[in-house]
């Protein structure tokens, strides 16, 4: 039950912080001048209208800007009392073309948005994301991608939980309910992308909003917070702030959004496609 | 046969008390294990985010799989109606359920969130095997409690229909039980070593025989409690004989699933790695699980007792029983934790590295905590048997037995 109400709010357990907010648009301001040995009728008109105008950019001018926003986002914004729909099915498209060997700054800003981080202890440390180096057997040549979760569509880490803890939102999105995860690592046994981790250790500073706990199993959330708030993930955020734009985030239902488009283009590849699993993560230039 | 009357066992060795003993101590430090592993968390384990499960399953999935099969003897008498196993069929059901009852502690106190388990028992998604198991073991206890209840009640052990009936339910059930065991790892399709409708007849014939070995062992040892003979020459034979079958079962079943992988060129790599060149996986395989497991005890028991040889028929059984779950510990580590140590195929032919260490075998080398909770799965059973024959007649009168 508890599993579905989460399902239902999007968060990733019930009672979590991780439950999103609309970002604040801005704040609009209002100038006014006083015009000196004016008509009192025209005082009166003049405050009611400079009034009107001051409470009418106050008021309306944020909604009117969020609005705007959310329309050039690929995600929509979500009320919090809204449960998610599927109609979008959430994705991600990586032009490997654009993403070069060295950089990992997909990798930095998640670790630096979700909180977790690398302890020298590459056995047991948890990764949400990883740049992996693929090389050919044959020629040796190589090229570097990374990996996460996966977010499939027929998940089999979210098939093997005995409690329900691994669940998949109607968008989507595969995430892991905390509350109800009893950390018994049979979703990291199924995982065909070794994407998931398991917390070794107690966890100090958590972030607010990517709640986690020694015992319980985490993976990449595709940022499921800015998502709920009309956002991308910190990922692709951090790829088209480094000037690469390789990754790109959107809803793979939508025809009109960019990935959709990309998708129905051009030739992408999806990893272990041959399991069946329906990733929601492409792979252009593979 | 006379009639077969059964004992509470009442007078006790210094031997009796002193593997009572032991196995109270073992059991306290394997608590204490478990305290310390999930105060600290699993990095004081040798578990990683490769292998995630580790000696604690070794134990666990061993005394489940043992559990099953250590009903064997129960089965016999009453759903293939053989009188001459009904003796022991009540402690072929304690010894059932205690060995269960220890697995299933070990399973729950190597989990992340033990204190969950209420969680566990009361949310479930159907779709996992997981939860299917947890209905299969509480399941298994209720039904051979009852089957318990048949034989041992005085109005209703008169009805043989009654012990019959709950026999063959408990006969489906433990069959149920380990096809469920045997299937957390074939219904992984990403894990090449596992990946196969085969793990669950694998572990049944693996339930046989580690099963039998149990009893056996058990049964020995009350016999030297009790000073008498419990077991009979022919029951022995047949106890041998089956020990036989069961062995070459559990090869065949191994040969079977090898030869079926690698048939297939894709999983040439895994059988490589197992067959070749594991390492400790290559030699816990074929010393420990092919030779130790089951062609020593095969050989000992077909060749090494009788007139003229090195051994007695008991000692035989003996030798040969501590040999068989030697072996099953070897195999259930090289199915569980070599099959762990595989890497994960991401992008079939061709090689990956990163700093999460995908592509390589994965290390694991077993702490001390982790081995100490195994091992206290074994004294738990052991504690709940021992304790049980003391409170209940579950052992056999010898005179009745070999009158």
């Known amino acids: 039950m508890i599993a579905k109400a989460d399902e239902a709010n999007g968060g990733c357990g019930a009672g979590c912080s991780c439950a999103t907010r609309a970002s604040d648009a801005g704040e609009a301001t209002a100038t006014t001048r006083t015009v000196e040995g004016a008509d009192p009728v025209d005082v009166g008109r003049r405050w009611f209208m400079k009034a009107a105008t001051a409470f009418s950019t106050t008021v309306i001018a944020p909604g009117v800007t969020l609005m705007a926003f959310a329309e050039s986002d690929p995600a929509i914004a979500r009320p919090a009392d809204q449960p998610v729909s599927s109609k979008h099915r959430f994705g991600l498209l990586i032009d490997l073309a654009k993403c070069p060997s060295g950089c990992s700054d997909c990798v930095t800003a998640c670790s630096t948005e979700n909180g977790w981080k690398l302890n020298g202890r590459p056995e047991t440390d948890a990764q949400w994301i990883r740049k992996l180096t693929v090389t050919n057997r044959k020629d040796g040549s190589s090229f570097s991608l990374p990996m996460m979760c996966q977010h499939c569509a027929d998940p089999p880490c979210v098939d093997v939980c005995p409690t329900g803890a691994s669940f998949k939102r109607a968008d989507g999105i595969v995430l892991v309910d905390k509350h109800i995860c009893i950390g018994c690592r049979y979703c990291m046994m199924a995982c065909p992308y070794k994407a998931r981790s398991f917390i070794h250790e107690p966890l100090e500073d958590q972030k607010p909003h990517a709640p986690r706990g020694k015992g319980c199993v985490e993976s990449c959330t595709m940022c499921v917070h800015r998502v709920d708030a009309g956002g991308t993930p910190a990922c692709v955020e951090a790829c088209a702030k480094a000037g690469h734009s390789a990754m790109i985030f959107g809803d793979l239902n939508d025809p009109a959004s960019e990935i959709a488009k990309r998708v129905a283009t051009y030739r992408t590849t999806r990893i272990r496609d041959d399991l069946g699993t329906d990733p929601g993560v492409y792979y252009q230039n593979l | ?403």
């Open chain 2, 1 to 403: 046969m006379a009639r077969i009357t059964f004992q509470r066992l009442e007078d006790h060795s210094t031997l009796f008390w002193g593997l009572l003993g032991l196995h109270a101590l073992i059991v306290a430090l394997g608590l204490g294990a478990a305290y310390y592993m999930e105060h600290h968390g699993h990095v004081v384990t040798g578990m990683n985010n490769a292998v995630v499960w580790g000696m604690p399953h070794v134990f666990a999935v061993f005394l489940i799989v043992s559990a099953s099969g250590a009903l064997n003897v129960a089965s016999i008498s009453s759903v293939f109606n053989k009188l001459a196993y009904k003796p022991f069929a009540r402690l072929s059901g304690i010894l059932a359920i205690a060995l269960l009852v220890g697995g299933l502690i070990v399973l729950v106190l190597d989990l992340g969130r033990p204190d969950r388990l209420t969680v566990a028992m009361t949310t479930y998604n159907f779709k996992s095997i997981f939860a299917w198991n947890i209905y299969l073991y509480i399941g298994f206890i209720a039904i051979v409690g009852v089957y318990l209840f048949t034989m041992m009640d005085r109005g209703v052990s008169q009805t043989p229909t009654a012990t019959r009936t709950v026999g063959w339910l408990a006969f489906g059930w433990r069959l149920a039980l380990t096809t469920g065991t045997g299937s957390i790892f074939g219904f992984l399709v990403a894990r090449e070593a596992f990946d196969s409708a085969i793990m669950a007849p694998l572990f049944i014939a693996a339930s046989f025989l580690y099963g039998l070995a149990f009893t056996v062992l058990v049964l020995f040892t009350m016999c030297r409690e009790t000073r008498q003979m419990l077991m009979g020459e022919e029951m022995i034979q047949s106890f041998r004989g089956l020990m036989i079958v069961f062995s070459f079962a559990l090869l065949y079943f191994t040969a079977v699933k090898h030869l079926t992988s690698l048939y297939a060129s894709e999983h040439h790599g895994v059988e490589a790695f197992i067959l070749r060149d594991g390492g400790i996986y290559t030699a816990l395989f074929w010393i420990g699980h092919v030779l130790v497991g089951n062609i020593l005890p095969i050989a000992i028991l077909a060749f090494g007792s009788g007139e003229a040889r090195p051994f007695s028929e008991r000692q035989a059984m003996t030798i040969a029983s501590v040999l068989a779950l030697m072996g099953g510990l070897a195999f259930m580590y090289v199915t569980i934790i070599g099959g762990q140590a595989y890497p994960l195929n991401l992008f079939p032919g061709m090689e990956t590295s990163s700093s999460f260490l995908d592509g390589e075998v994965a290390r694991y080398a077993p702490s001390l905590p982790e081995v100490m909770l195994g091992v206290a799965g074994i004294s738990i059973a052991m504690l709940v048997v021992g304790i049980a024959i003391k409170v209940l007649p579950f052992l056999p009168r010898g005179e009745s037995v070999t009158a």
